[in-house]
């Protein structure tokens, strides 16, 4: 609790319950969950909402081996994360439930630690919420079962907590050197993108970005966890990367020059450098990499925080007179689709496009937004006018099945704030179907969430690139299964729509109502997102 440990999301067994039990006595909010994949998966958006550590607790051995598809997406996002995992009990000879655990965390870049002397459990439990805090990742603690329920024998008072060992550099300044070099490349450039990331939401970038971008002339994007950052700016061409809209590819495809701000530049944010082949890249960041993820991406770079890195070369940069922007492309970018492409729809199906555009309309700007993968999720970032901290995306490892994990740690972290503010999930079909369960959980936990499923009958990224291959849809196609129904069962309100028209009145419904509902959106499977058109054309055989 010293920890600040305000909420856990915890799946019992021999190996947890005593400290699970203890924990809830000394008032943390538990979440049960139905499946430990969800307990760690909602404890990363707990994290992302929270600004804070995300805290889970499973049992060993086979709790243990449940968690695994998790935690490198936790890794790679760096999620702040404090998994507690039980041991095997040290007292016997042989345990069926004992796996040697380390090994497994450690493959997924986490850090495992045992803890097996009791005296020294408040200090290595502080140390392993120092070091989630710190390194940013997730940190697991095994502790044998039969050392739990031990008398405490250790010392009385507690270690400081793990806060107050934390370092608290300033925000880094850049070099005055590198900023002249920097302003003189701009300045010779015509046509700029400025892209920001998760670094630049995160260092207050975004007013320095607008700025910087309109100083240059030039437009601004952001990669798909940022989307929204600059949700009102009318030079914004969305997200850049395997999620662009049909607007932003073509401008890209122009640019001389992109600024990438606090971004990683993983290979997905630049379409494997295929979205901007003219640019030359700098990038102004704390670690700055001219290679990632296998690809050399910057060859200039500015080391500093995101945002006085640009605000100090905004100031280096000479006024220009001449400028990329124009009103006719402001008016392209409010006015166009994100992708225009013509499908032949099936009657009594929805275009999932249009259910996208609908549910931007009728959604009211403060409710939580939590974008799920999968082959829709391409129509769900397309909302232009949701800004980002309403918008979470977390896509590293690309598993299906967290959108229903994702929006409970969402709301167990707003919970405590806005009770009225429902979390809206977008999610496919089948990565509902994988965590279905948890629905259970929503309902006793009263969480107020509302899923609307993108229901293609299909796993649609496979059915699309089967197809473009030429190869049969089989494990692909699995027809409209009822959603509405299984809601109910649950004890959820359910809903299937194959029409639009009630969306408004049924949206502000639910915003009097609260609770949890499912809503099945039954859409085409014919549709297909410019992503996997581009990169998978159909193969003539
Ligand atoms: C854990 C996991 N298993 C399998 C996959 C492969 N996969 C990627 S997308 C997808 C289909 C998702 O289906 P759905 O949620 O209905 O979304 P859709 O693609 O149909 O829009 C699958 C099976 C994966 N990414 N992660
Ligand atoms: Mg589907």
Redesign the pocket.
Known sequence: MQEGARTCFALLGDANMNWAARLAQHGCRMIYVRHEHCAVAAAMAYARKSGDVGVATVTCGPGVTQVV?ALPAAVRAHLPLVLFAGEAPLKSGWYNQEIDQAPLINATGAAYHRLHMPERMPVAVRDAFLQARRERRPVVIGIPFDLQDRPWTGPETLPKPSRELLPCPSPMLPHPDDVAKAAKLLASAERVVVLAGLGAVEAGAGAACRALAAKTGGLLATTLPARGLFHDDPFCVGISGSYTPEVGLEYLKEADFVVAVGCSLAYHAGGGGQLWPKAQMLQIDIDPVAVSQGQEVARHHLRADARLGVEALSAALPARSRSWRSDAMAKRIRDSKPDSHVFEIESGLLDPRAVVEALEKALPRDWEMVNS????SWFFAQMPSRPQEKFLTIREF????NGISFAMGVAAAVAAARADRPVVLF?????LMMHVQELETIRRHRLNILIVV?N?G?????VHKLRAEGLPEDGSVFGYCDFAGIARGFGLAGETFTSLDSLPKRVAEFGRSGGAAVWDFHVSDKVVSPTIRRAHPPVTR
């Open positions: 598809t993968g999968g082959h829709c690309g598993a299906i099945g999610d496919g079909d089948g990565s993108m293609d299909a796993y649609g990224s496979e």
